[in-house]
C-alpha cells in the first residue's frame, strides 16, 4: 500500500507538469499567433505561467474552503453527530492520520466527499441523507474511503488538476471566443507572415483538442483512484462488505445533489450527477458503483476474513 | 585534483544516504511506539466509560448484579494489569472486553434500557472504543512490519546494525488467528 501511495504522489507530479506543460504550450502558441512572433508566444507564454502559478497557490491554499462554501457544508464536532465523529476518529486511529476536520452537507442524497491538501489539512464531508440510511458498519465504509482518499494524497491531486484543468478550458475558450469576433484578425496587421498564419492554425486545435486532453487524463486518474481507494479502505477496516453495501445503498438512491456540479462531482464518493446507465465510459468521473461492488464482494470471498473490528458490540 | 572531487562527492552523497536511511529508520521505530501508546490511550478511555455505564444501568438491573458485578471485577483488574506487563494487560482486557459484551446481550433483555438515551450514547462511545482499541492495534502491528521489514532489509540493516535497531514484537491477542500472519521474525 505505501509503494502504492508513493506511486500515487509520481504519477501526480508527472500529471501535473503534464498539464502544466500543456498549459505552457498552449499559451506560447497562442501569443504567437496572436503577434505573428515568437517572443509573443513567449511572452504570453510567460504571463500564463504566473497565472497558472499564483491560481493554483490560491487554490492549494483555499481551495478546500472554497468547495466545502460552495457545497453548503456546515462543520461539526462530536456532540452533533457522535456516531459520524466517532467513526471518523476511528478510521484517523486505523490509518494513524490526524483527524481531519468533519462536516456535513444539508441534502437528501446519500454522498461523501473529502478535500484538502494534505493529511493535515484534510476536510470530510457526508450529506445528511448518507447518515440516515447507512447503519454504522456502512458508515465505516464510506468514511473508510474518504479516510483513503486523504490517505493516498488524491485530495491534493484532484484540487491541483482541477485548477489547472479548468485553467486551460477557460483560456481555450477565450482564444476560440476571441477568434471568432474576429480579435485574432490583428495578425495579418502585424505583419507575422507565415509563421504567425500557421501559429494561427496550431492554436485553434490545440484551443479545441487542450481542454478535451487534460479532462480526460483527469477523468482517467480520478477513476483509478476510486478503486484503490476503495481497496484501501478495504484494508483500514478490514470489512469491505461494509463499503460494498453502502455503494450499493447509495446506487439504489436515485437523488441527485442538489450543489454538485461538473467541477466538484469527481470529488465525491459516488457521482452526484446521476446516470439512468451504469456502464464504464471514458468521460465519467467514477467506475461503475456494481463493478467497484463486485471487486469489494471478490475480496471478501478471496483471503482470510477477519471479522469485522465493528461487530465488537451490539450496534448502538 | 579530479581523483579529490570524486571522493569528496562519492563521500557526500554515501554520508547524505546514510542519513536518509539512518532518519528514516529512526521515523519508522517513533512511528511504532507512537502507535503502542495510541492503544494505552484507547485502554485507557475504556476504563473511564465504564463506571458511567454501570452508574446508568444499575438501577434498571437490579437482577442482573451478576453481570455488573464481573464488567467491574474486570476493570478493576484490568486496570491493575496495565503494570504486570503487556502480556498480562492484553489478557485482563480480553476479559474485560468479553464482559462487556455478556453486558450488553443482557441489555438487549430490557426494552426500557435499550431505548435510553444515555444508555444509547454510551452503547454508541463504547462501541467506538472498542473499534479504536482493535484499529490502534492494527495500526501497531501495521507499524510493526514496515519497521521489521526495513531493519531486516538490505541496505538500511547495515546500519540498523550499526546503530543497534532492534525488531519490535506484533501485538497478538486471543484472537490472533484472525490477524494475517505477515512477517516471520525468524
Given at each position: 500500500m505505501y509503494e502504492q501511495i508513493a506511486r500515487n504522489k509520481r504519477a501526480s507530479v508527472m500529471l501535473v507538469a503534464v498539464v502544466v506543460a500543456v498549459l505552457l504550450l498552449l499559451g506560447y502558441v497562442i501569443g504567437f499567433a496572436w503577434t505573428g512572433r515568437s517572443y509573443g508566444g513567449l511572452g504570453v507564454l510567460g504571463i500564463f505561467g504566473v497565472i497558472a502559478i499564483v491560481w493554483s497557490l490560491i487554490g492549494y491554499f483555499a481551495g478546500a474552503n472554497m468547495v466545502l462554501g460552495v457545497t453548503g457544508a456546515r462543520r461539526i464536532t462530536h456532540s452533533d453527530a457522535p456516531q459520524l465523529w466517532n467513526v471518523v476518529e476511528e478510521m484517523s486511529v486505523a490509518s494513524g492520520l490526524p483527524m481531519p476536520n468533519v462536516y456535513i452537507i444539508d441534502d437528501a442524497a446519500p454522498n461523501a466527499f473529502a478535500t484538502g491538501r494534505d493529511p493535515q489539512h484534510a476536510y470530510l464531508a457526508v450529506t445528511r441523507g448518507l447518515l440516515e440510511i447507512m447503519d454504522r458498519e456502512q458508515l465505516q465504509g464510506v468514511v473508510a474511503h474518504e479516510m483513503s482518499h486523504i490517505r493516498n494524497y488524491d485530495i491534493r491531486f484532484a484540487t491541483l488538476v482541477g485548477i489547472l484543468v479548468g485553467m486551460i478550458a477557460l483560456i481555450s475558450d477565450f482564444f476560440l471566443r476571441s477568434t471568432w469576433f474576429g480579435f485574432g484578425g490583428r495578425r495579418s496587421r502585424d505583419g507575422g507572415g507565415q509563421a504567425g498564419a500557421i501559429m494561427f492554425v496550431v492554436a485553434l486545435v490545440l484551443a479545441i483538442f487542450a481542454p478535451i486532453f487534460g479532462w480526460l487524463v483527469q477523468l482517467a486518474v480520478s477513476r483509478r483512484r476510486e478503486y484503490l481507494a476503495d481497496a484501501s479502505a478495504a484494508e483500514l477496516t478490514r470489512n469491505p462488505l461494509g463499503l460494498a453495501s453502502a455503494l450499493e445503498k447509495i446506487a439504489a438512491d436515485a437523488r441527485p445533489l442538489r450543489h454538485a456540479n461538473r467541477a466538484t462531482?469527481?470529488?465525491?464518493?459516488?457521482?452526484?450527477?446521476?446516470?439512468?446507465k451504469e456502464t464504464e465510459n471514458l468521460?465519467?468521473?467514477?467506475?461503475?458503483i456494481q463493478k467497484r461492488v463486485a471487486i469489494l464482494r471478490a475480496l471478501a470471498h478471496a483471503g482470510p476474513v477477519p471479522e469485522s473490528a465493528s461487530s465488537a458490540l451490539p450496534q448502538a | 585534483m579530479v581523483a579529490v572531487i570524486t571522493i569528496i562527492v562519492i563521500v557526500v552523497v554515501l554520508v547524505g544516504l546514510l542519513a536518509v536511511m539512518y532518519n528514516s529508520l529512526v521515523r519508522r521505530r517513533n512511528q511504532v511506539d507512537n502507535a503502542w501508546s495510541q492503544i494505552d490511550v484507547q485502554l485507557k478511555r475504556r476504563h473511564d466509560l465504564i463506571p458511567n455505564l454501570v452508574e446508568t444501568v444499575k438501577d434498571y438491573m437490579s437482577y442482573e448484579q451478576e453481570t455488573l458485578t464481573k464488567v467491574t471485577d474486570a476493570r478493576a483488574a484490568a486496570v491493575s494489569a496495565g503494570a504486570s506487563g503487556p502480556a498480562a494487560q492484553a489478557a485482563a482486557e480480553n476479559q474485560l472486553t468479553q464482559a462487556l459484551r455478556s453486558l450488553f446481550a443482557v441489555v438487549e433483555n430490557y426494552p426500557d434500557l435499550k431505548a435510553n438515551q444515555n444508555v444509547m450514547s454510551l452503547q454508541e462511545e463504547l462501541t467506538t472504543t472498542e473499534n479504536k482499541i482493535s484499529f490502534a492495534r492494527q495500526f501497531y502491528n501495521d507499524s510493526v512490519y514496515g519497521y521489521n521489514t526495513s531493519i531486516q532489509s538490505f541496505p538500511t540493516n547495515l546500519i540498523a546494525g550499526v546503530f543497534t535497531f532492534t525488531a519490535k514484537q506484533f501485538f497478538e491477542g486471543d484472537e490472533a488467528d484472525r490477524e494475517p500472519v505477515k512477517v516471520d521474525l525468524r
Amino acid at each position: 500500500m505505501y509503494e502504492q501511495i508513493a506511486r500515487n504522489k509520481r504519477a501526480s507530479v508527472m500529471l501535473v507538469a503534464v498539464v502544466v506543460a500543456v498549459l505552457l504550450l498552449l499559451g506560447y502558441v497562442i501569443g504567437f499567433a496572436w503577434t505573428g512572433r515568437s517572443y509573443g508566444g513567449l511572452g504570453v507564454l510567460g504571463i500564463f505561467g504566473v497565472i497558472a502559478i499564483v491560481w493554483s497557490l490560491i487554490g492549494y491554499f483555499a481551495g478546500a474552503n472554497m468547495v466545502l462554501g460552495v457545497t453548503g457544508a456546515r462543520r461539526i464536532t462530536h456532540s452533533d453527530a457522535p456516531q459520524l465523529w466517532n467513526v471518523v476518529e476511528e478510521m484517523s486511529v486505523a490509518s494513524g492520520l490526524p483527524m481531519p476536520n468533519v462536516y456535513i452537507i444539508d441534502d437528501a442524497a446519500p454522498n461523501a466527499f473529502a478535500t484538502g491538501r494534505d493529511p493535515q489539512h484534510a476536510y470530510l464531508a457526508v450529506t445528511r441523507g448518507l447518515l440516515e440510511i447507512m447503519d454504522r458498519e456502512q458508515l465505516q465504509g464510506v468514511v473508510a474511503h474518504e479516510m483513503s482518499h486523504i490517505r493516498n494524497y488524491d485530495i491534493r491531486f484532484a484540487t491541483l488538476v482541477g485548477i489547472l484543468v479548468g485553467m486551460i478550458a477557460l483560456i481555450s475558450d477565450f482564444f476560440l471566443r476571441s477568434t471568432w469576433f474576429g480579435f485574432g484578425g490583428r495578425r495579418s496587421r502585424d505583419g507575422g507572415g507565415q509563421a504567425g498564419a500557421i501559429m494561427f492554425v496550431v492554436a485553434l486545435v490545440l484551443a479545441i483538442f487542450a481542454p478535451i486532453f487534460g479532462w480526460l487524463v483527469q477523468l482517467a486518474v480520478s477513476r483509478r483512484r476510486e478503486y484503490l481507494a476503495d481497496a484501501s479502505a478495504a484494508e483500514l477496516t478490514r470489512n469491505p462488505l461494509g463499503l460494498a453495501s453502502a455503494l450499493e445503498k447509495i446506487a439504489a438512491d436515485a437523488r441527485p445533489l442538489r450543489h454538485a456540479n461538473r467541477a466538484t462531482a469527481h470529488l465525491y464518493i459516488a457521482n452526484p450527477l446521476r446516470k439512468l446507465k451504469e456502464t464504464e465510459n471514458l468521460f465519467d468521473t467514477h467506475p461503475p458503483i456494481q463493478k467497484r461492488v463486485a471487486i469489494l464482494r471478490a475480496l471478501a470471498h478471496a483471503g482470510p476474513v477477519p471479522e469485522s473490528a465493528s461487530s465488537a458490540l451490539p450496534q448502538a | 585534483m579530479v581523483a579529490v572531487i570524486t571522493i569528496i562527492v562519492i563521500v557526500v552523497v554515501l554520508v547524505g544516504l546514510l542519513a536518509v536511511m539512518y532518519n528514516s529508520l529512526v521515523r519508522r521505530r517513533n512511528q511504532v511506539d507512537n502507535a503502542w501508546s495510541q492503544i494505552d490511550v484507547q485502554l485507557k478511555r475504556r476504563h473511564d466509560l465504564i463506571p458511567n455505564l454501570v452508574e446508568t444501568v444499575k438501577d434498571y438491573m437490579s437482577y442482573e448484579q451478576e453481570t455488573l458485578t464481573k464488567v467491574t471485577d474486570a476493570r478493576a483488574a484490568a486496570v491493575s494489569a496495565g503494570a504486570s506487563g503487556p502480556a498480562a494487560q492484553a489478557a485482563a482486557e480480553n476479559q474485560l472486553t468479553q464482559a462487556l459484551r455478556s453486558l450488553f446481550a443482557v441489555v438487549e433483555n430490557y426494552p426500557d434500557l435499550k431505548a435510553n438515551q444515555n444508555v444509547m450514547s454510551l452503547q454508541e462511545e463504547l462501541t467506538t472504543t472498542e473499534n479504536k482499541i482493535s484499529f490502534a492495534r492494527q495500526f501497531y502491528n501495521d507499524s510493526v512490519y514496515g519497521y521489521n521489514t526495513s531493519i531486516q532489509s538490505f541496505p538500511t540493516n547495515l546500519i540498523a546494525g550499526v546503530f543497534t535497531f532492534t525488531a519490535k514484537q506484533f501485538f497478538e491477542g486471543d484472537e490472533a488467528d484472525r490477524e494475517p500472519v505477515k512477517v516471520d521474525l525468524r
